[in-house]
C-alpha cells in the first residue's frame, strides 16, 4: 500500500494526502489551484522551496506566483540560467557577468571581446525563445561540495569555484538544462516553457534582460532611462577592478587572508574622495542656493548629509540644515492612502507652498520664522525659531521627497543642487548570482530599528513592502533628476553587518511569513566571512546603523 503524507494546502485552506516523497508540482495539481501565473515556488513550512522539493512528511504549503517577490527571483533567476545557456551557445569565447539592476531589467556584460550589437541582442532573444518553445526540464543535482568544486573548475567557471570553496559547505546543488551546468543559490522553475515572457535588448556595450512586471504580470516592466544610475554602477565596478575584487569569492579571500583592513581603508577613502567631488562641484556653481538630499529608507542620508557639510566647510561654504518634517501640514489634513490610512509619506503631507515661500524669502536675504512640526498633537506651529542666510551659507535639506520637481517648483533650478543617496550592492556572490540592493538596505534597517527604535527583524520584515511602495512612488521615479549619484554602498559592508545582523534574524519565529524572508536573508549572509566590527572608523557611514559614529544623529 502506498504511504501517504498530509498537506495543507494554505492557499485555499485545504489538507489533502499526497504519495510520500510527492513533488511540489504533483502536489500543486492534486490541490485543485488554478493560478494564472504560477505556481513558480512555494512558502514550504514558512520556508522558501523550489517545485523540485519532495514531501516526506506533514507539511503547510502556499504556492506562489510571479506577483510575489519568492516567485519572481525564481523566475528571474530561471531566465539568468537561460540566457547563459544560449550566450556560449552562440559566443566563444563568452565570460557572461550579470550585475546591475537597471531600467526595469538587468544589464548583462556578454565579455566576447568586443561591443554587443542589436544582431548579437536579437540571435540571444530568439535562441532563448526557442529553448523556451522546447520546454527542457530544469534538473536540479545534489552533490558533495567539493565534486561541485572540480565540476565548476573543469568548465572555468572560477567566480563560482571560488565561491563554493569559501562556503565551507559540506553539500552543494546545482542546475542543468539540456546539459549545461549552472549555480544559483535560490530555487529555480521546473521547465523552460514556464518563462512566458522576458526582453532582451541592446544595452550601451552589453543586453537588457527585460522581465515582466510584477505588478502587471502579462507586461514587461517599462524602460525607463536610467543613465546616471547606470554611470554609478560602471564607476564603482572600475573601483572593483582596481581592487581585483568583483565577487564575494574575491571578498572572502581578502578576508581569510587578514587583508581586509586596507580593503577598509581604500573603500571609505574612496567614498569620501566622491563626497569632496560633489562638495567641490557644489562650489563651482555660485549660483546654489539650496542642496536637496534624497534617497530610499537606510540610504545612509543623514551620514551622507553631515559627511557633504564638513566637505562644504573646507571649501568655505556654511551649510544651513532644515528639516522637511517641520513642514507637515496638520494631521486632519493629511491625504489617506488606499486603505484610508493618513499617508504621511504622500508628497502633499507637506506644506509645499509655506516651503517654496520661505525658501524664495531665505533666498531675497529676509529673515523668515520656520515651523516647528508637534507631531503628539499632529499640528504644525511656530517654533520662534528665526533664520536669515548670512553670506557663504546654503540650505541643506534632506527627504524622501528632495528631488520631487513639484517639492520646489517655485525655486529656479539654477539655484539648486540635487544629490541622490543609495546603497547600490556592486559585488556580486559570482558571475550569475547578483545581490539585490533591497537586500543591502533591509539588512541595515533591521540593525538600526533594532538598535535605536526597540523594533524587532520580525516586525521589520512585516514592514518593508509598504516602505518599498511608498519608494517606488515618490522616490525612484525621480533619482534621474539628481545632479550628483552617491553610492553608500562598501564593498566590505555586509562582512561586517553580518554579525550584527544574523542573530537578529535568528529571533524571527518559524512560525510566522516574516520566517520565509529571515530565511532566505540568512542563507545569504551564510556565504560571507564576517569582518571584526572594530575595524571600522568613527566617520563611516556604517556607522549610522552599526553605531559608534563620531557625528551625532
Not at 217 to 246: N, S
Not at 465 to 488: C, H, L
Amino acid at each position: 500500500m502506498e504511504q501517504t503524507v498530509q498537506i495543507y494546502i494554505k492557499n485555499n485552506g485545504q489538507t489533502i494526502e499526497v504519495p510520500m516523497g510527492a513533488q511540489l508540482e504533483e502536489v500543486y495539481q492534486l490541490s485543485g489551484l488554478q493560478m494564472e501565473h504560477g505556481p513558480i515556488s512555494a512558502h514550504v513550512n514558512n520556508k522558501v522551496e523550489g517545485m523540485h522539493f519532495r514531501v516526506y512528511k506533514q507539511k503547510e504549503v502556499e504556492f506562489l506566483d510571479i506577483t510575489s517577490a519568492s516567485g519572481s527571483r525564481a523566475y528571474t533567476r530561471t531566465l539568468f540560467f537561460v540566457l547563459c545557456k544560449v550566450a556560449h551557445e552562440l559566443f566563444d569565447p563568452c565570460k557572461v557577468a550579470i550585475d546591475i539592476p537597471v531600467s526595469n531589467g538587468y544589464y548583462v556584460n556578454l565579455n566576447i571581446g568586443r561591443p554587443v550589437t542589436l544582431d548579437d541582442a536579437g540571435a540571444i532573444r530568439r535562441r532563448m525563445q526557442e529553448v523556451v518553445n522546447a520546454a527542457l526540464p530544469v534538473h536540479r543535482h545534489e552533490t558533495t561540495t567539493e565534486e561541485a568544486i572540480t565540476l565548476f573548475e573543469s568548465l572555468h567557471n572560477h567566480s563560482k569555484a571560488k565561491l563554493l570553496k569559501s562556503t565551507g559547505r559540506l553539500y552543494t546543488t546545482y542546475y542543468d538544462i539540456d546539459g549545461y551546468v549552472d549555480y544559483y543559490y535560490g530555487s529555480l522553475l521546473t521547465n523552460t516553457s514556464q518563462l512566458y515572457l522576458f526582453g532582451v535588448e541592446k544595452y550601451y556595450d552589453g543586453l537588457l534582460l527585460r522581465l515582466p512586471s510584477r505588478e502587471h504580470p502579462d507586461e514587461l516592466g517599462e524602460m525607463t532611462h536610467q543613465d546616471k544610475m547606470f554611470g554609478i554602477f560602471k564607476e564603482h565596478h572600475h573601483w572593483q577592478d582596481i581592487l581585483g575584487l568583483r565577487t564575494v569569492g574575491d571578498l572572502n579571500d581578502v578576508i581569510q587572508q587578514g587583508h581586509y583592513s586596507t580593503l577598509i581603508q581604500i573603500s571609505e577613502a574612496l567614498q569620501e574622495k566622491k563626497i569632496a567631488q560633489i562638495a567641490d562641484e557644489i562650489a563651482r556653481r555660485k549660483g546654489t542656493k539650496l542642496v536637496l538630499i534624497a534617497g530610499p529608507s537606510s540610504s545612509g542620508k543623514t551620514t551622507t548629509c553631515k559627511r557633504l557639510s564638513v566637505q562644504l566647510a573646507v571649501n568655505g561654504i556654511r551649510p544651513v540644515n532644515i528639516s522637511l518634517d517641520d513642514y507637515f501640514i496638520d494631521r486632519e489634513h493629511t491625504p489617506r492612502d488606499e486603505k484610508g490610512d493618513y499617508d504621511f509619506e504622500h508628497l502633499h503631507a507637506l506644506n509645499l507652498p509655506l516651503f517654496n515661500e520661505q525658501l524664495a524669502a531665505l533666498f531675497r536675504g529676509e529673515e523668515v520664522e520656520l515651523p516647528r512640526y508637534d507631531f503628539p498633537t499632529g499640528t504644525s506651529q511656530k517654533s520662534g525659531k528665526r533664520l536669515r542666510l548670512g553670506e557663504n551659507e546654503i540650505l541643506v535639506v534632506e527627504g524622501i521627497h528632495a528631488l520631487n520637481p513639484e517639492l520646489t517648483s517655485q525655486i529656479p533650478n539654477e539655484q539648486i543642487y540635487r544629490v541622490y543617496a543609495s546603497a547600490l550592492t556592486t559585488i556580486l556572490l559570482d558571475n550569475h548570482n547578483y545581490i539585490p540592493t533591497t537586500d543591502n538596505r533591509l539588512l541595515r534597517r533591521i540593525i538600526r530599528d533594532h538598535k535605536y527604535r526597540a523594533v524587532s527583524a520580525l516586525e521589520t520584515i512585516r514592514r518593508w513592502p509598504s516602505v518599498r511602495a511608498g519608494e517606488n512612488k515618490w522616490i525612484f521615479p525621480y533619482q534621474e533628476n539628481a545632479d550628483a549619484m552617491f553610492n553608500t554602498a562598501m564593498l566590505f559592508e555586509l562582512a561586517v553587518i553580518k554579525s550584527q545582523a544574523e542573530p537578529l534574524l535568528e529571533d524571527v519565529p518559524e512560525n510566522c511569513p516574516e520566517y520565509a524572508e529571515a530565511y532566505r536573508l540568512r542563507k545569504f549572509l551564510s556565504y560571507i566571512r564576517p569582518i571584526p566590527e572594530g575595524q571600522i572608523p568613527p566617520t563611516s557611514l556604517l556607522r549610522e546603523f552599526l553605531g559608534g559614529s563620531s557625528f551625532k544623529y
